[in-house]
Nanobody
Framework: QVQVVESGGGLVQPGGSLRLSCAAS????????MEWYRQAPGAQRELVAY???????NYIDSAKGRFTISRDNAKNTAYLQMNSLKPEDTALYYC??????????????WGQGTQVTVSS
């Protein structure tokens, strides 16, 4: 079993910053991609950013220049630094990790999400 826990969300004013964390634990041999998604009320879940094990990164257009994804492979943790936040960034943010388990199987695991609210 693998557990994924997000943290770091909260209420922030427009222009502010937040740093989200995604910690994976359990029967992990290797974590491949670590990805951040978000889902606003009434909207579909969208991929915000991802980072491969080798550190290759990609972002949704609206996040480029404002968000930075990073990871610490020793800690099985990913981060999403979000700067210059806008009200339209308000959403529930989820982390998904692709794991090679200790039983040599590959699965995707999701966390429960952390709420980000950008409002004055």
């Amino acid at each position: 079993q693998v557990q994924v826990v997000e943290s770091g969300g909260g209420l922030v004013q427009p222009g502010g910053s937040l740093r989200l964390s995604c910690a994976a634990s359990g029967s992990i041999r290797v974590i491949y991609n670590m990805e951040w998604y978000r889902q606003a009320p009434g909207a579909q879940r969208e991929l915000v950013a991802y980072i491969t094990r080798d550190g290759i990164k990609n972002y949704i257009d609206s996040a480029k220049g404002r968000f930075t994804i990073s990871r610490d492979n020793a800690k099985n943790t990913a981060y999403l630094q979000m700067n210059s936040l806008k009200p339209e960034d308000t959403a529930l943010y989820y982390c998904k990790v692709t794991v090679l388990t200790t039983t040599s199987q590959i699965y995707d695991y999701w966390g429960q999400g952390t709420q980000v609210t950008v409002s004055s």
